[in-house]
T-cell receptor
Framework: AQTVTQSQPEMSVQEAETVTLSCTYD???????LFWYKQPPSRQMILVIR??????QNATENRFSVNFQKAAKSFSLKISDSQLGDAAMYFC????????????FGQGTRLTINP | EAQVTQNPRYLITVTGKKLTVTCSQN?????MSWYRQDPGLGLRQIYY???????DKGDVPEGYKVSRKEKRNFPLILESPSPNQTSLYFC????????????????FGPGTRLTVL
């Protein structure tokens, strides 16, 4: 079974600075999808960015980018020019293209932005 | 507006009193799923449905039931709630992946905070 690990329960960053959230996963599959979700105090789950494993190019969405290291099974999220609105819980998630198509989540990282 | 709705958003109940949390999506998605979120554990899948009348267990199905009589609705039923079911619940939906190379995004509802006393 696949597992996702976020080893940083909490992170903080100064406004306008850059922060990187770590995520590692374990799988025997070669094709899969990885996601970062943001959960603000409103508790909704908001998709931040996704990466297909067969793509070598790292995904980018505005200030958010990932560093996808397939061999190392690492999928970190970089937030550039941090803003107060970025404060939230961030979840890394894995999805297999086969079977139940469920998302396997990490434990989450709480990000605080210091003004 | 494309969305997944859940009701109620907050619920406090007592042990043993049957309850239903509704979930509805307006995107004609085939796939729907329920998750629970607990501190330090992330989100774990309870049940999922690949289409109408097709449901299956996720990782933590004990104490829950679901039904999928219509494509848009996927209610979560707790026949006899217990305090260990106090949690934050999310419904999610998506199109089915189009083969191994297909991708899809799961759209989440706003969450339901359930407290069982």
């Amino acid at each position: 079974a696949q597992t996702v690990t976020q080893s940083q329960p909490e992170m903080s960053v100064q406004e306008a600075e850059t922060v990187t959230l770590s995520c590692t996963y374990d799988t025997s599959e070669s094709d899969y999808y990885l996601f970062w979700y943001k959960q603000p105090p409103s508790r909704q789950m908001i998709l931040v960015i996704r990466q297909e494993a067969y793509k070598q190019q790292n995904a980018t969405e505005n200030r958010f980018s990932v560093n996808f290291q397939k061999a190392a099974k690492s999928f970190s999220l970089k937030i550039s020019d941090s803003q107060l609105g970025d404060a939230a819980m961030y979840f890394c998630a894995y999805r297999s293209p086969q079977g139940a198509q469920k998302l396997v989540f990490g434990q989450g990282t709480r990000l605080t932005i210091n003004p | 507006e494309a969305q997944v709705t859940q009701n109620p958003r907050y619920l406090i109940t007592v042990t043993g009193k049957k309850l239903t949390v509704t979930c509805s999506q307006n995107m004609n998605h085939e796939y729907m799923s329920w998750y629970r979120q607990d501190p330090g554990l992330g989100l774990r899948q309870i049940y999922y449905s690949m289409n109408v009348e097709v449901t299956d267990k996720g990782d933590v199905p004990e104490g829950y039931k679901v039904s999928r009589k219509e494509k848009r609705n996927f209610p979560l039923i707790l026949e006899s709630p217990s305090p260990n079911q106090t949690s934050l619940y999310f419904c999610a939906s998506s199109f089915r992946a189009l083969g191994a190379m297909g991708t899809d995004t799961q759209y989440f509802g706003p969450g339901t905070r359930l407290t069982v006393l």
